[in-house]
């Protein structure tokens, strides 16, 4: 089972900040948070990871609380083309992934 | 960079009968996996192989699914014979060692009336 929590979906206006939740209060020490997208009618595809750091990249920043228990995938400027399925992920290292439901991201005009 | 290929795209059967997928992951990545994603749900891992041997197969159906990679390059999947509960869209990813990120093909679409 997935050992994350993500709210079903979420709409988000174009241009402004999207803010995506995820709680994983049982992360082990050891367990990375990771995101990936899911964009209609294609594969999952990478965005960022953390392990207690925030972390920024071309694409979006990831929040981690200092407990780890939660974190926020942050997109600074929503487009219509980052309307997708957002996965919330923790795994150790070299590990097997396991998806949940993710949450679906509507950016609206 | 070619991304993960897979074919084909789609494919629709009838039940009992039997399908083969096939991916060819990016060059030199040695750890290649297939997923099976339901509609309305997350990939689920079938089976991931390390170079050409694997390394879980716990949820592969094995009565029915089979896969191989032969010379740790390219791999198949078969189903035989095929259940309506299959119809799923079938993907295939691969990561280089020691890399957090997997890259995944488009997937393909199988129907089973």
């Known amino acids: 089972d997935a050992k994350t929590t993500q709210p079903t979906s979420m709409d988000c206006a174009e241009g402004r900040a999207a803010n995506l939740p995820c709680n994983h209060s049982t992360i082990s020490g050891n367990e990375y948070v990771y995101w990936y997208r899911q964009i209609h009618s294609q594969g999952p595809q990478y965005i960022i990871h953390?392990?207690?750091n925030n972390e920024t990249n071309e694409m979006a920043s990831l929040i981690i609380t200092e407990d780890r228990k939660s974190s926020t995938l942050i997109l600074p400027h929503a487009t219509l083309r980052d309307t997708a399925v957002y996965y919330c992920i923790v795994r150790v290292e070299d590990d097997k992934i396991i998806f949940g439901k993710g949450t679906r991201l509507h950016i609206l005009p | 960079e070619a991304g993960v290929a897979q074919s084909p795209r789609y494919k629709i059967i009838e039940k009992r009968q039997s399908v083969a997928f096939w991916c060819n992951p990016i060059?030199?990545?040695?750890?290649l996996y297939w997923y099976q994603q339901i509609l309305g749900q997350g990939p689920k891992l079938l089976i991931q192989?390390?170079?050409?041997?694997?390394?879980?197969d716990s949820q592969l159906p094995k009565d029915r699914f089979s896969a191989e990679r032969l010379k740790g390059v390219d791999s198949t999947l078969k189903i035989q014979p095929a259940k309506l509960e299959d119809s799923a869209v079938y993907l295939c990813?691969?990561?280089?060692?020691?890399?957090?990120?997997?890259?995944f093909g488009p997937g393909t679409r199988l129907t089973v009336t």
């Open positions: 990813a691969s990561t280089d060692r020691g890399a957090f990120e997997q890259y």
């Open positions: 060059s030199g990545h040695a750890t």
């Open positions: 192989f390390q170079n050409n041997g694997v390394v879980d």
């Open positions: 953390g392990l207690k």
